[in-house]
């Protein structure tokens, strides 16, 4: 079946700690995000692809980086100059008329 | 910079009552218009968009979205609501081609019986 594949969906972190979320799509979607969810604030755009080897900057980017080597692959790395990591990310890819979401992984700083 | 607002934070409704949940954009050119639902800790599904054409869209679920660009508004509705329509639900605003989408802040919906 093609979707969004978005592991671990439970991920705690120790304060000052990088960590990677996984990201991986079977669409063959060339565009890619990252958002951030938080209690009654939506979804935030933290970055985005649009093709392999690039990408940009969301709303929110400070304290996150993303890589892009291959199209079905989009981690996220939440690094430890991110202050208030402990949120709900939702990755996302898309054709031109309509985007589907992963499940999500829950981070919590602990 | 485009954005989305949805005015009510939390609704509560019947089973089998009509529902509208509002949404209203603010965007220079004719705008990408989307309805999303999401269960608890899980992601988000498409119900419907808007590109162009009709400005009445339906969509999954017996959902549909009216248009109109002179209010900036593009309301949800159902006629009648059923115990597994509670879920948050996200109006959303893109530039074309889903370059990129700015969400609304979601409304929850409960549905009591």
């Known amino acids: 079946d093609g979707g969004i594949t978005q592991s671990p969906k439970y991920l705690f972190r120790k304060e000052g700690q990088n960590v990677t979320l996984s990201c991986e799509q079977n669409?063959?979607?060339?565009?890619m995000y990252w958002y951030r969810q938080d209690p009654g604030q939506g979804l935030r755009l933290i970055y985005y692809?649009?093709?392999?080897?690039?990408?940009q900057k969301g709303d929110i980017a400070e304290g996150y980086s993303v890589s892009r080597e291959k199209k079905e692959s989009f981690p996220l790395t939440v690094t430890s100059a991110q202050k208030n990591p402990t949120a709900f990310y939702l990755c996302?890819?898309?054709?031109?008329?309509?985007?589907?979401f992963g499940q999500g992984t829950r981070l919590t700083v602990v | 910079a485009q954005s989305v607002t949805q005015p009510d934070i939390h609704i509560t409704v019947s089973e089998g009552a009509s529902l509208e949940l509002r949404c209203n954009y603010s965007?220079?050119?004719?705008?990408?218009l989307f309805w999303y639902v999401q269960s608890p800790g899980q992601g988000l599904q498409l119900l419907l968009k808007?590109?162009?054409?009709?400005?009445l869209v339906q969509g999954i679920k017996g959902f549909e979205a009216e248009f109109k660009r002179s209010q900036s508004s593009f309301n949800l509705r159902k006629p009648s609501v059923h115990w597994s329509d509670a879920a948050e639900y996200f109006c959303a605003v893109g530039s074309g081609g889903y370059q990129k989408v700015t969400f609304g802040t979601g409304t929850k919906l409960q549905v009591i019986p």
């Open positions: 669409l063959n979607h060339d565009a």
């Open positions: 965007y220079g050119a004719t705008p990408y």
């Open positions: 996302a890819s898309s054709s031109r008329v309509e985007a589907f």
């Open positions: 808007y590109f162009s054409g009709d400005t």
């Open positions: 692809s649009q093709i392999v080897n690039d990408f």
